[in-house]
């Protein structure tokens, strides 16, 4: 089969596009024919080991983000059928750890990711086990599909499960134009909240505002952007701040929150460290949230709404596989809404 691997970590140049075996389902997996594979700045530290991020065995297929139909069924899988249109979760559960064990398995213990620990959907054929595979709706172009597991797995997971998102409250989303932020964007409005967004540019703010959001603020041209936003807001703040970034907008994000308000963090594609007024903190009542890891139970509660047509994969460029290392470099550069895909052959 086709695939993009690498056999040590490093540029972009370490990316290789050739053949290596298809794999081979086994008990409780299922194979699937991929149609489509999207980016997360995952894959880059996969792929270049930043952050630490260590992959293998080699030779690695990257990849943590994918779509395509199942062609073949291991034993002991018998909800599932070839043919079916799917999505793949990439975050691979023990089942036998005690947090599995009493339902609680965003606590595993034995924790593996496709695309770092072990091969991940840059190729044509991956082998899944069968609980993380879901079907999709045939109105769902196998792009989009692949732009939504990971980045609506985690905008679900911060802003319904962590920060407890409710009707009408008022969210800032940083970082609009990433995959995870317009995700934000979507399941915040589904939810009938106001939205409110910053990006690093005009193009994505007006993007983000097409895709629902009430208004945003260009954190180039305006790094002290907490009181534009508040502004926004009549004045009043903001009630949950999903961030994504880190560092560079620790301070101003925490000047749009409202007394009682909550930050929600699954990023720091800026920077990790920040200073934290703890007397700000404890005299309004704010909560600083951590992401954390996601349930599958979560993961079926977005795609249902992505069957009924709520949410949906925002699509920012799509390349052929061949040239994912162009993409690469495209999300470095940042210069882009949405998600970038590779349309596999």
């Excluded at 994969?313 to 290392?325: C, H, N, S, W």
């Amino acid at each position: 089969m086709k695939a993009i691997y690498i056999e040590e970590q490093g540029g972009v140049e370490n990316m290789i596009y050739g053949d290596l075996p298809e794999p081979a389902p086994g008990p409780g997996e299922v194979l699937v024919r991929l149609h489509a594979a999207a980016l997360n700045h995952l894959d880059l530290y996969a792929r270049s080991g930043g952050n630490r991020v260590r992959v293998g065995p080699f030779p690695h297929i990257l990849g943590s983000d994918m779509a395509g139909e199942i062609v073949e069924l291991g034993s002991d899988v018998d909800h599932l059928v070839v043919g079916q249109r799917v999505v793949i979760d990439y975050v691979i559960k023990c089942g036998t750890c005690t947090h599995c064990v009493i339902g609680h398995d965003e606590l595993c213990q034995k924790v593996r990711d496709m695309g770092i620990h072990v091969a991940g959907g840059y190729a044509q054929y991956v082998k899944a086990p069968f609980q993380n595979v879901y079907a999709i709706p045939d109105s769902l172009s196998f792009e989009e599909a692949a732009a939504i597991p990971l980045v609506f797995h985690t905008a679900w997971h911060c802003l319904v499960t962590r920060a407890g998102l409710k009707a009408g409250e008022s969210v800032l989303i940083n970082a609009a134009g990433s995959g995870v932020g317009s995700a934000g964007i979507q399941i915040a409005k589904a939810l009938h909240c106001r939205v409110f967004v910053t990006a690093g540019s005009d193009m994505k703010i007006s993007r983000a505002i097409e895709t629902g959001a009430d208004g945003g603020v260009n954190y180039t041209t305006t790094p002290d952007f907490g009181g534009a936003i508040r502004e926004m807001t009549g004045g009043e703040g903001i009630n949950v701040v999903f961030d994504s970034v880190g560092t560079a907008v620790w301070e101003e994000s925490f000047a749009t929150m409202k007394t009682g308000g909550r930050l929600v963090n699954c990023g720091v594609t800026s920077g990790h460290m920040a200073n934290l007024h703890l007397g700000r903190l404890f005299t309004r009542g704010l909560t600083v949230l951590g992401s954390g890891g996601r349930s599958r139970r979560e993961f079926g509660d977005f795609m249902n709404l992505v069957h009924d047509g709520t949410l949906h994969g925002v699509v920012g460029k799509v390349f052929p596989l061949e040239q994912a290392g162009e993409a690469h470099l495209l999300m470095e550069d940042r210069d882009f809404f949405g998600k970038i895909v590779l349309a596999i052959p």
